[in-house]
């Protein structure tokens, strides 16, 4: 109950702004577009392993991407790097670039597991960053293999992708 109680509040929030939500589901590895109150688009997404989950909380999309170019986040000798190859179940598959696309996210609220933080945006300074994006592997669909992020096909994010504004409001929960 809990949770349709934060879906609704957030509807009424939309409403009066963008008209747009995307409402992410972690354990059922569920995307859904909502514009002007109606259901756009449903995708499957992969989303953060155990070691560094997608956190739940809300905001915004501060930034869309076209090609976006991915680099090693963690320390060590690849930081800073970018990602030329992604690794897929079935080995190392180069990533196109061209085709990629980005929703970054800007968290109002964040629960890491560690406490609620609010007002938090996540800056290329060395912080932790989070978005929605495309990815090179479709078998991880539906399975929670990321650092953090929220993955979709590369189709479905080509579809999604012209469809949200900045300003869109998130809702990422734990159904």
Do not use: W
């Not at 859904?32 to 070691?51: A, H, M, P, V, Y």
């Not at 061209?98 to 300074?125: A, F, P, T, W």
């Not at 953090?148 to 189709?155: I, K, S």
Request: net charge positive; charged share 25%.
């Amino acid at each position: 109950m809990f949770f349709i109680i934060v879906f609704v509040g957030a509807m009424e929030i939309i409403s009066a702004q963008e008209k747009q939500l995307l409402l992410i589901h972690l354990k059922s590895f569920c995307l859904d577009f909502f514009e002007n109150d109606s259901l756009i688009f449903q995708f499957s997404i992969r989303t953060g392993k155990s070691q560094r989950p997608t956190p739940l909380g809300e905001g915004y999309v501060y930034e869309k991407r076209e090609k976006p170019v991915f680099r090693y986040a963690d320390y060590g000798s690849n930081q800073g790097k970018i990602i030329y190859f992604a690794e897929c179940e079935n080995g190392l598959k180069k990533i196109d670039y061209k085709i990629m696309r980005s929703l970054g996210l800007c968290y109002e609220r964040m629960d890491s597991g560690q406490g609620i933080v609010k007002k938090l945006h996540l800056q290329e300074n060395g912080e932790k960053r989070y978005s929605i994006h495309s990815i090179a592997c479709d078998e991880t669909i539906g399975k929670a293999m990321s650092k953090g992020c929220v993955g979709l096909r590369t189709n479905d994010m080509l579809q999604l992708f012209p469809r949200v504004k900045n300003g869109a409001k998130f809702i990422i929960i734990d159904n």
